[in-house]
């Protein structure tokens, strides 16, 4: 699980703290890796820590059908050449509360089903599946190999009731 969730979010100078279950989601919580030096968010300069945020919180792709909330307080680094600026988080996706892999997954699978279809899929709302859509547009994530974003992060359960659903519409 550690692992899975290490490689889907491209954590390098990061860790996964805890993944507890609550009643209605998984909540994954993140920490930077001590003394390491993080990316400035504006220019990429590996840089040092100077002070955190407070903690956010990113919606991310549902495991089992349950819903995934990442949990962190970003980190301020003073890069040499830019100053203080907030890291470069990699899951994050300028200010969107869903994480990056999660904007690509609906925005991908929106392409191919009605959005209603793919919100009921992925337990989100319809509103969340346009802010994915419009996030990937603008971040210019929308036009990646439809092939190779289709299942990331789909986990069988879901892939079996997508089957289901486009059975029933056919
Ligand atoms: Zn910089």
């Not at 040092?48 to 991310?60: M, N, Q």
């Not at 003073?78 to 988080?89: A, F």
Request: glycine share 6%; charged share 25%.
């Amino acid at each position: 699980m550690n692992s899975i969730i290490r490689k889907t979010l491209g954590l390098k100078s990061h860790r996964v703290v805890s993944v507890r279950k609550s009643m209605s989601e998984i909540e994954i919580k993140i920490e930077r890796i001590r003394r390491r030096l993080l990316t400035c968010g504006q220019c990429g300069q590996r840089s040092r820590v100077r002070d955190r945020l407070r903690e956010r919180r990113w919606r991310h792709v549902p495991l089992w059908g349950i819903p995934v909330t990442i949990i962190y307080r970003p980190a301020r680094v003073n890069c040499p050449d830019c100053g203080v600026k907030v890291e470069s988080i990699p899951w994050a996706q300028g200010k969107s509360p869903l994480s990056q892999p999660l904007i690509v997954v609906l925005a991908t699978w929106s392409r191919l089903l009605a959005w209603d279809v793919v919100a009921r899929l992925f337990g989100v709302s319809w509103s969340t599946v346009r802010a994915a859509v419009e996030a990937a547009v603008a971040y210019g994530l929308a036009n990646r190999d439809i092939d190779s974003v289709l299942f990331i992060g789909i986990d069988e359960i879901s892939r079996r009731r997508m089957l289901e659903m486009h059975q029933n519409l056919l």
